[in-house]
């Protein structure tokens, strides 16, 4: 009785955790960072990540002084080891495509759905931002870096 009982509660608490894996939010890395802040003259914008079911990711990009340019379209998002995703683009309570201002204390939010979409694909582990002209700052690309974040 007492091993059937063990046993009960052990697979409950698998159970459990793997619930709340595939219903929680947790917060993501960028670069080793939970914040990665960019600076541009005066503006400063900063990048958070969230991952949501193990199957998402919301890339938060605010404007926490000034404004900056940011073109959906320049955005170049690779994802491995398989680099099968969709994306799409929200700001203000709506979605966007194209460019968009970001003005200061707003924030535009990129959600990534890098969800298995075939039966034998590989899981995806994590998401790779190379740096160019999706985000303008006086003129000149704002992230010269490549942003890296991790999914596990």
């Known amino acids: 009785m007492y091993k059937k009982?063990?046993?009960?509660?052990?697979?409950?608490s698998v159970l459990l955790s793997l619930s709340l894996y595939a219903c929680g939010t947790y917060s993501l890395k960028l670069n080793g960072q939970k914040k990665y802040i960019e600076k541009c003259y005066e503006?400063?914008?900063e990048?958070?990540?969230?991952g949501i079911r193990g199957t998402?990711?919301?890339?938060?990009v605010k404007a926490l002084k000034g404004e900056v340019d940011f073109?959906?379209?320049?955005?170049?998002?690779?994802t491995y080891p398989n680099n099968d995703f969709r994306?799409?683009?929200g700001y203000d309570g709506g979605k966007i495509f194209g460019h968009q201002i970001i003005k200061e204390n707003k924030t535009l939010e990129c959600?990534?759905?890098?969800?298995?979409?075939?039966?034998?694909?590989?899981v995806t582990e994590g998401i790779l931002i190379p740096p160019n002209n999706f985000i303008m700052c006086d003129g000149k690309p704002l992230v010269t870096d490549t942003i890296r974040i991790s999914l596990k």
Do not use: Q
Request: proline content about 2%; hydrophobic content about 50%; aromatic content about 18%.
């Open 87 to 89: 994306v799409w683009f």
């Open 56 to 60: 998402d990711c919301v890339i938060y």
């Open 43 to 45: 503006n400063e914008i």
């Open 71 to 78: 073109y959906t379209d320049s955005l170049n998002i690779i």
């Open 111 to 122: 959600h990534i759905s890098y969800g298995h979409f075939g039966v034998f694909a590989p």
């Open 5 to 12: 009982n063990r046993l009960n509660i052990v697979l409950c």
């Open 47 to 50: 990048f958070k990540a969230m």
